[in-house]
């Protein structure tokens, strides 16, 4: 009987180390888990701030660009008007 009684010792025992290991294992994914959470927050803030930056500009060049056409002596903008054979969809004005 003394057998049983030190060899559930031991299993408890044992079990019990089992348990406190992986408490600390939790903690530290968990720990692991806020740090990189706040580190996304970050990043995601700091790109929404650089997206709304490029949103801003391009804004601002729409309005420039809406202004010239706007202008009497600018010719409408036309489908038909050829591209450059770059094909990086830029339209090639001819004035004449």
């Not at 706040?38 to 709304?52: C, D, F, G, M, N």
């Not at 949103?55 to 706007?70: F, G, K, M, P, S």
Request: aromatic share 6%; with cysteine; net charge negative.
């Amino acid at each position: 009987m003394s057998a049983n009684v030190e060899r559930s010792r031991k299993e408890i025992s044992f079990l019990q180390n089992e348990c406190i290991r992986l408490h600390k294992k939790i903690a530290y994914v968990q720990s692991q888990r806020q740090n990189d959470r706040a580190l996304w927050e970050r990043e995601r803030a700091e790109l929404r701030s650089k997206v709304s930056s490029v949103q801003a500009e391009l804004d601002d060049i729409q309005r420039r660009v809406q202004h010239l056409y706007d202008l009497d002596n600018m010719p409408p903008f036309d489908e038909s008007y050829p591209m450059n054979e770059d094909d990086d969809g830029a339209t090639i004005v001819e004035t004449v």
